[in-house]
Nanobody, 112 residues
Framework: QVQLKESGGGSVQPGESLTLSCTVS??????KGWFRQAPGKQRELVAS??????RYSDSVKDRFTIFRDTVKGTLSMQMNRLKPEDTGVYYC?????????WGQGTQDTVSS
């Protein structure tokens, strides 16, 4: 059974940091990533790992870092210098477009 569960969301002020983690079981995939959905907007890719290739959206490049802990079985994302526009529900995803698996999401709110 495939399970993905995010944690680490919360409410912070602009400029602060958060680390999201996604505990993964039951699946191994070359593609894994973090997506976010802001209020009233479509879900967008924030950061991804596809084999050895790591990509970031322009809006988070140089502020966010995606990484895996293969011992703990987690996919994480360190988010620094957070901005109000980073507010949204963050989802981790494993698998390609034919067989995607999603976590339930974790809310991050950046506000002064």
């Amino acid at each position: 059974q495939v399970q993905l569960k995010e944690s680490g969301g919360g409410s912070v002020q602009p400029g602060e940091s958060l680390t999201l983690s996604c505990t993964v079981s039951g699946i191994a995939s070359t593609f894994k990533g973090w997506f976010r959905q802001a209020p009233g907007k479509q879900r967008e890719l924030v950061a991804s790992m596809d084999g050895d290739i790591i990509r970031y959206s322009d809006s988070v490049k140089d502020r966010f870092t995606i990484f895996r802990d293969t011992v703990k079985g987690t996919l994480s994302m360190q988010m620094n210098r957070l901005k109000p526009e980073d507010t949204g529900v963050y989802y981790c995803k494993y698998g390609g477009p034919q067989t995607p698996y999603w976590g339930q999401g974790t809310q991050d709110t950046v506000s002064s």
